[in-house]
């Protein structure tokens, strides 16, 4: 049983809370995107630069990557459902807030600066990359959003 001291920003059930929810969302993003664009509508790999076969190897490797954090989010949940210490809304406000920064930063360091892969191989790419960015800012400031309202003492428990 935790008390209200031991759940505080700054204290380690506070900081589990979100590093369980980051995990979460990091490997359930990079989850969605390597399923959805990777492997169903073919539209890149995790890195284009080279051949096929390499494009497939990456995007193994990425998709172990992506269910590793999810898991390890998943683990860190448990935890915290045992202890009696899951702040819900901190929880899915780290989830959300990881994952637009991994959306974010897959749509700016990896697709234009790295240039490792585009989101999409289309004449007007900046359509995809406008929605995909946009997605990810979203994602963030909900997520945000979440995060400092459970601050302020509306973190919803969980028993």
Same mark, same amino acid.
């Given at each position: 049983?935790?008390?209200?001291?031991?759940?505080?920003?700054?204290?380690?059930?506070?900081?589990?809370?979100?590093? *369980?929810? +980051? $995990?979460?969302?990091?490997?359930?993003?990079?989850?969605?995107?390597?399923?959805?664009?990777?492997? /169903?509508?073919?539209?890149?790999?995790?890195?284009?630069? *080279?051949?096929?076969?390499?494009?497939?190897?990456?995007?193994?490797?990425?998709? &172990?990557?992506?269910?590793?954090?999810?898991?390890?989010?998943?683990?860190?949940?448990?935890?915290?459902?045992? !202890?009696? +210490?899951? *702040?819900?809304?901190?929880?899915?406000?780290?989830?959300?807030?990881?994952?637009?920064?991994?959306? $974010?930063?897959?749509?700016?360091?990896?697709? !234009?600066?790295? !240039?490792?892969?585009?989101?999409?191989?289309?004449?007007?790419?900046?359509?995809?990359? $406008?929605?995909?960015?946009? &997605?990810?800012? $979203?994602?963030?400031?909900?997520? /945000?959003?979440?995060?400092?309202? +459970?601050?302020?003492?509306?973190?919803?428990?969980?028993?």
């Amino acid at each position: 049983m935790t008390t209200a001291s031991t759940n505080m920003p700054g204290t380690r059930i506070y900081n589990r809370n979100l590093w *369980s929810g +980051a $995990l979460f969302g990091l490997g359930m993003v990079a989850f969605i995107d390597e399923t959805l664009f990777h492997q /169903l509508l073919h539209w890149h790999h995790f890195y284009d630069k *080279s051949t096929t076969g390499l494009g497939l190897v990456s995007d193994g490797l990425f998709h &172990a990557f992506s269910w590793i954090a999810t898991i390890g989010g998943l683990f860190l949940l448990a935890d915290l459902r045992r !202890k009696n +210490a899951l *702040s819900i809304r901190r929880w899915l406000g780290a989830s959300q807030f990881a994952g637009g920064m991994f959306q $974010l930063y897959d749509g700016t360091i990896q697709h !234009k600066w790295m !240039k490792l892969h585009q989101i999409r191989y289309v004449d007007h790419v900046f359509i995809y990359d $406008l929605i995909w960015n946009l &997605a990810a800012c $979203l994602m963030i400031l909900m997520g /945000l959003f979440q995060i400092v309202k +459970a601050r302020n003492g509306q973190a919803g428990r969980i028993a």
